[in-house]
C-alpha cells in the first residue's frame, strides 16, 4: 500500500442514477495518478463495487474494510480485506492511516462517516483531508446546514473550513494533490 492513502465512502444503492458511478470512476482515477491507495468499505453494492472494479483494472492498492456479520457480499479481489466486528469498529480502520477522506454523493451511510470524520478532524483526531465531492450541487444542503451551524454559534468558523466542497474534477484534483 502507498504511504499516501485515501478512504473513500460512497453509495451501497443500486438505484442511483449511473452518473454518480461515473464520476466513482474518474475520482478513483484521479486519487491512482496522484499516487494514493485506497480505502473503502469493500463490498459488491452500489457505489462500492464500481470503485473496487476501478481500482481492480487500475492495478491501484485497495483496501476493503467490513464488518462481520456483511459476510458474503465482500469484492473478491481487493489488495486487501478486513474485518471488523461493528459498523463503528469498521469506520475507525477505514481512516486508520489515511491523508485524505474523500465522500461520493452517497445516503445516510456517506452522511455519517464523512460527518463523524468531520467531527474527529475538528477535535484533532482525524490528520487528513476532508472532502465532500458536491457534484451537480449535491451537498448543497449540508453546506448549508454547516453554514446554519456557523451562524447559530454551534460550528467555530475554522472547523467549517475543515471540509471541502470541490465541484468539478479540477477542483477535486487540486484538493487533493
Ligand atoms: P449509503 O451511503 O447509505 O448507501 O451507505 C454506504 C456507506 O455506508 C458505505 O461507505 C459503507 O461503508 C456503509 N454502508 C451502509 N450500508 C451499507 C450496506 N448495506 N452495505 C455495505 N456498506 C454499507
Redesign the pocket.
Known sequence: MPEKKAVV?????FDIDERFNDLARDVVRILFGCGYGMV??G?V??T?NVIAGEALRLGMEHKGVLPVF?KG?EYRGLTELVWTETMAE?KEE?RAGTCLAVALP????????VIETLTLAKLGRYPGKVVAFNFEGFYEPLKALLDHYVETGMLDRPSRRLIYFPETLDDFLACVQ
Open positions: 465512502f460512497c453509495s451501497a444503492s473503502s468499505g463490498t453494492k452500489g462500492m456483511m457480499v469498521r477505514m452517497g445516503g445516510i451511510g456517506t452522511l455519517d462517516e
